[in-house]
T-cell receptor
Framework: NAGVTQTPKFQVLKTGQSMTLQCAQD?????MSWYRQDPGMGLRLIHY???????DQGEVPNGYNVSRSTTEDFPLRLLSAAPSQTSVYFC???????????FGSGTRLTVV | AQSVTQPDIHITVSEGASLELRCNYS??????LFWYVQSPGQGLQLLLK??????LVQGIKGFEAEFKRSQSSFNLRKPSVHWSDAAEYFC????????????FGKGTRLHILP
């Protein structure tokens, strides 16, 4: 089925470890983004991209890196995991910045 | 920079009663506005969106929202709620000119009394 695919669905990391959350979409969407969801905080934008080779910071970019080498993929890298990065991460895409957003099913990350 | 405020963290209504969820925003120029719903343990689903034109927007599941520029509001309404409407609702805003960010509010959790 077409949509946004995130892997893994669950992950436990130790403090200081690094990892990459994968995100792929098959809808040929130009706009992709990463959000984190924490209780009482809603969804906060981490990084976003308006096309291959173009990325920009969102509201809470510190501790995360992204790259966009292809239209389909938009991985999120945690450089050195911290307990404050325990969260549910959503990847999202849309055909334009004004288009409705399609969300992935989320990755629940726990940093111990 | 744009921002979104959802003043109510929790709202409880009885099944069959009317509903209004509040959303206030700040923006630089021309906003485009969304409402999303997240059922427990689920992802987010688009309810409706406003870009331009008619300020009363109809969405799925019987929801509607009205854009009021003078009040910087985009409140979500439903005439009669069903138990299945219990969920968390998020308002989101993007700027129409230049900035590509889409920012979400903190959400309003809706509880339904039988």
């Amino acid at each position: 089925n077409a949509g946004v695919t995130q892997t893994p669905k669950f992950q436990v990391l130790k403090t200081g470890q690094s990892m990459t959350l994968q995100c792929a979409q098959d809808m040929n969407h130009e706009y992709m983004s990463w959000y984190r969801q924490d209780p009482g905080m809603g969804l906060r934008l981490i990084h976003y991209s308006v096309g291959a080779g173009i990325t920009d910071q969102g509201e809470v970019p510190n501790g995360y890196n992204v790259s966009r080498s292809t239209t389909e993929d938009f991985p999120l890298r945690l450089l050195s995991a911290a307990p404050s990065q325990t969260s549910v991460y959503f990847c999202a895409s849309s055909y334009s910045r004004t288009g409705p957003i399609t969300f992935g099913s989320g990755t629940r990350l726990t940093v111990v | 920079a744009q921002s979104v405020t959802q003043p109510d963290i929790h709202i409880t209504v009885s099944e069959g009663a009317s509903l209004e969820l509040r959303c206030n925003y700040s923006y630089g120029a021309t906003p485009y506005l969304f409402w999303y719903v997240q059922s427990p343990g689920q992802g987010l689903q688009l309810l409706l969106k406003y870009f331009s034109g008619d300020t009363l927007v109809q969405g799925i599941k019987g929801f509607e929202a009205e854009f009021k520029r003078s009040q910087s509001s985009f409140n979500l309404r439903k005439p009669s709620v069903h138990w299945s409407d219990a969920a968390e609702y998020f308002c989101a805003v993007g700027e129409g000119d230049g900035d590509d960010k889409i920012i979400f509010g903190k959400g309003t959790r809706l509880h339904i009394l039988p």
